[in-house]
């Protein structure tokens, strides 16, 4: 693996390579590396000749500057994860390199699918993803690029964008990959302490109980939410930012539950902020199917169930 901290330099490597008629797999990350992103490297390995991840903590998507200063740095940890994970390339460019001027008057604005949850409560949230993963695709392209699904409004956002722009980039979705216990696998998990981290499994057990809630018949939005959100503020130590069900493709309000169902949360355990989301189908004949993610595990890893 080669460590590459300038944009020249990566797009040297990356059209040598294919030119050489290598495909490249593209793994954008802000590091603290954990096995949910080493799900989506697999994923890349499997399918491409050369594996890029890059680890940049984006200023731009970070609404509280505490935030950003806590956020948990260790590329030394993170190189000998990708080294081992058979990463090829690892592009951690400083501020500098990534926004030389300071903050970039031209910026990327994904419409519609930021108007609800994270993007209603993290307000330029998700012009600061667009505009980095805007130009991180520019400075990595043609090649596939992977998006955990543990992040899903994310996932739509970086998706629409490359359709909308024309960017020679395959986005492709992988499973949310959870502990355990059901926590979702997160760089912010490290700031739980052992109170903390057993509240946090809360917003699991509270999509659990939706998607059980809609196998057992329920098909009214507002019923679902409420039944999440009540579990979810019944912990004193979780205080719950938003639990919302919308349609999973577009991201708007639902008249009754059908098609592709997203239910997402986002809770504060301390000064710690997570969010989680389970999708749920419900087909014509009104069979359900929930979407839960995986567990992680040393060899395989085994779909949730909220059987
Ligand atoms: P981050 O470093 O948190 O910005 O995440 C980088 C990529 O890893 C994003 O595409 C995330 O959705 C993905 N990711 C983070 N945590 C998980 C997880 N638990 N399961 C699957 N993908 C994840």
């Given at each position: 693996?080669?460590?590459?901290?300038?944009?020249?330099?990566?797009?040297?490597?990356?059209?040598?390579?294919?030119?050489?008629?290598?495909?490249?797999?593209?793994?954008?990350?802000?590091?603290?590396?954990?096995?949910?992103?080493?799900?989506?490297?697999?994923?890349?390995?499997?399918?491409?000749?050369?594996?890029?991840?890059?680890?940049?903590?984006?200023?731009?998507?970070?609404?509280?500057?505490?935030?950003?200063?806590?956020?948990?740095?260790?590329?030394?940890?993170?190189?000998?994860?990708?080294?081992?994970?058979?990463?090829?390339?690892?592009?951690?460019?400083?501020?500098?390199?990534?926004?030389?001027?300071?903050?970039?008057?031209?910026?990327?604005?994904?419409?519609?699918?930021?108007?609800?949850?994270?993007?209603?409560?993290?307000?330029?949230?998700?012009?600061?993803?667009?505009?980095?993963?805007?130009?991180?695709?520019a400075i990595a392209s043609p090649c596939t690029a992977y998006f955990g699904k543990k992040d899903f409004q994310q996932l739509a956002v970086v998706t629409r964008l490359a359709r909308d722009l024309n960017l020679p980039v395959e986005v492709v979705g992988c499973p949310l990959v959870r502990e355990p216990d059901g926590l979702a696998m997160s760089s912010r998990n490290v700031h739980l302490d052992t109170a903390p981290r057993r509240a946090a499994t809360i917003l699991y057990r509270g999509l659990v109980t939706g998607a059980k809630a809609v196998m057992g018949g329920e098909r009214d939005p507002a019923a679902l939410r409420r039944l999440v959100a009540n579990l979810i503020t019944s912990d004193d130590a979780v205080r719950l930012e938003y639990a919302e069900v919308l349609d999973a493709v577009e991201l708007t309000p639902l008249e009754s539950l059908r098609g592709d169902v997203l239910v997402a949360v986002a809770a504060h355990v301390g000064a710690t902020r997570l969010i989680d989301n389970v999708t749920i189908h419900i087909d014509d004949s009104g069979a359900v199917t929930a979407d839960l993610g995986v567990i992680a595990g040393p060899e395989s890893e085994a779909p949730c169930s909220a059987r």
């Open positions: 693996m080669i460590t590459v901290d300038r944009i020249a330099t990566l797009r040297a490597t990356l059209d040598a390579a294919r030119r050489a008629d290598r495909t490249v797999g593209f793994v954008p990350t802000m590091g603290a590396l954990h096995a949910g992103h080493l799900s989506l490297v697999q994923a890349a390995r499997a399918a491409h000749d050369v594996v890029v991840v890059s680890v940049f903590v984006n200023p731009l998507q970070f609404n509280n500057p505490a935030d950003l200063k806590r956020y948990p740095r260790d590329l030394a940890a993170d190189a000998a994860l990708a080294d081992a994970a058979a990463v090829d390339v690892l592009f951690a460019p400083s501020g500098a390199e990534m926004y030389p001027a300071g903050a970039p008057v031209t910026t990327v604005s994904v419409g519609q699918l930021t108007d609800r949850l994270c993007g209603a409560s993290r307000l330029g949230h998700f012009d600061g993803v667009a505009t980095v993963v805007a130009k991180l695709f």
